[in-house]
């Protein structure tokens, strides 16, 4: 599965990640791939692969990394800033976009939008729905 974790700096993509890796009972300490691009993850039976393409510059990179084998249809794939590698990661089965609201009513709260993409999507947002 993939998931795309779309949001400006600071919308809270990674803090959403922790969250649901805690969720998933996860005790250890969830970092940023910020740096290393990518984190690795086993939390409730699933492999988790976190993603951040944010300082992603070339398709070099992405094949020297050995990226492309992470996406093999075993691991659930985080993948925070996907534009910056349009053309490399699979299409998304769940989109996610996080907005930071700021207005006269609302400080610092957050907007999000679940977009289902393909059915394996629909159905993972079907069953979290009931």
């Known amino acids: 599965m993939v998931i795309y974790l779309r949001g400006n700096l600071g919308a809270g993509k990674t803090t959403l990640v922790r969250a ?3 969720a998933l009972g996860y ?11 990518l984190e690795l993850y086993q939390a409730g039976g699933l492999h988790l692969r976190h993603f951040d393409l944010y300082r992603f510059h070339n398709a070099d990179e992405w094949d020297a990394a050995g990226f492309r084998d992470e996406f093999d249809g075993w691991n659930v794939c985080l993948v925070e800033w996907p534009e910056k590698a349009q053309g490399l990661v699979p299409q998304a ?11 006269e009513t609302v400080n610092n709260g957050r907007n999000i ?6 059915q394996i999507g629909r159905e ?3 069953v979290l729905q009931s």
């Open 20 to 22: 649901l890796l805690h």
């Open 27 to 37: 005790m250890g300490r969830v970092k940023s791939p910020t740096y290393t691009l």
């Open 93 to 103: 089965d769940v989109e996610i976009t996080l907005e930071i609201l700021s207005t």
């Open 113 to 118: 939008e679940v977009l289902a993409i393909s």
């Open 124 to 126: 993972c947002l079907k």
